[in-house]
């Protein structure tokens, strides 16, 4: 069974600091998703990363695939109250039915 | 669009009762997905649909049945509920696996007490 974990599990802080979410597994993954989502609503889709090595950018949001496909990474820069959210990492295994895989999420709180 | 609806947003079952959590897209995908997220746990794979007529089981099926006569259509069916089935329900939807942004609907809170 592939598992994600992501870490940490919660965080606060306030506006204008930087932060930074991981996403680790011990498998190899083809690709990885990064979600939000909102309470009271589904997640939805931030980015996706397929390639080892893979860096994108989403205005503040920096996303980032290992080199050996096995994590990633989240990074806001100058985080604002919107950021406010649960975010999740999902993976898509290298074998088999490609079913996501979902981590835990971060519950991300940021503080005016 | 409406993307993926669900319905009921909130129910309260006793032990032992039945229900069918509905979902529909209107986007034409062939993936649908059911999944269940509990709190700190992340989302769970119910029951998954490839198309209409096929469904497979997921990470967590048991005490679930579903059916997917139409490619809009994929309800869940909760048979004698017991309260390790409360929990936050999504459906989903994808045009296919794998890389594919999955659509998620708005969710549905059941409580089985």
């Known amino acids: 069974t592939q598992l994600l974990e992501q870490s940490p599990q919660f965080l606060s802080i306030q506006e204008g600091e930087n932060l930074t979410v991981y996403c680790n597994s011990s498998?190899?993954?083809?690709?990885l998703q990064w979600y939000r989502q909102e309470p009271g609503e589904g997640p939805v889709l931030l980015v996706t990363v397929v390639t080892g090595g893979e860096v994108k950018k989403l205005k503040r949001l920096t996303f980032q695939f290992g080199d050996a496909r096995k994590d990633s990474s989240l990074h806001i820069t100058a985080a604002q109250p919107g950021d406010t959210g649960l975010y999740l990492c999902a993976g898509t295994g290298i074998q088999g039915a490609q079913k996501l895989v979902f981590g835990q999420g971060t519950r991300l709180t940021i503080n005016p | 669009n409406a993307g993926v609806t669900q319905t009921p947003k909130f129910r309260i079952l006793k032990i032992g009762q039945s229900m069918t959590l509905q979902c529909a897209q209107d986007?034409?995908?062939?993936?649908m997905y059911w999944y269940r997220q509990d709190p700190g746990m992340g989302l769970k794979l119910i029951y998954y649909s490839v198309g209409a007529g096929i469904t497979d089981k997921g990470e967590v099926p048991n005490g679930y049945n579903v059916s997917r006569s139409t490619t809009e259509d994929f309800p869940l069916r909760l048979e004698l509920a017991a309260p390790s089935q409360t929990s936050v329900y999504f459906c989903?939807?994808?045009?296919?696996?794998?890389?594919?942004?999955?659509?998620f609907g708005p969710g549905t809170r059941l409580t089985v007490t």
């Open positions: 498998s190899v993954f083809s690709s």
């Open positions: 989903a939807s994808s045009y296919r696996q794998g890389i594919y942004e999955q659509y």
């Open positions: 986007m034409n995908h062939n993936y």
